[in-house]
């Protein structure tokens, strides 16, 4: 299973000036057309291809051309030799892999080279173990 991460979403994005123009031509479709671009994105590293981005979002790249165009006209997405980005994708790309250097770097200094104590699936007990003892039904005779 592929590890799961988040981005940083603005929770006034939908009205932001260049999404309200997206979204003034294309509604919400076009809204989550880029989402999904970003969410592309933020999986292959920064970069996709212009060719293959139909795929990665799981679109006919016709149905996005228009709102790859706009996108790129707003700025929200731009183009170089190496694919489409966002250049707010590569600052978070950037940061999670510094944060993440930074925390193994933290993880050595404490463990050095040796694991930590236990494995991260083991299973841990709180306490001591309790033997419940039965106890003795004693009949009265008589």
Known sequence: ????????????SSTNNK????RANFGWEGYGIYWAILEALARENGYIDKDV???AIGESNKNIEGVYNLLITLGLLKE??????????LEHLKTRKMLSEKGKL???KRWGNSPPISPPNAKERKGKERKL?????VIPIG
Do not use: C, P, V, W
């Not at 999404?19 to 997206?22: S, T």
């Open 133 to 137: 003892k039965k106890k003795k039904r």
């Open 80 to 89: 170089n030799k190496k694919g489409i980005f966002s250049e707010r994708m």
């Open 1 to 12: 299973m592929r590890d799961s991460f988040y981005f940083q979403h603005d929770y006034d």
């Open 106 to 108: 933290g993880a050595t």
């Open 53 to 55: 981005i139909g795929m």
């Open 19 to 22: 999404i309200l123009k997206l």
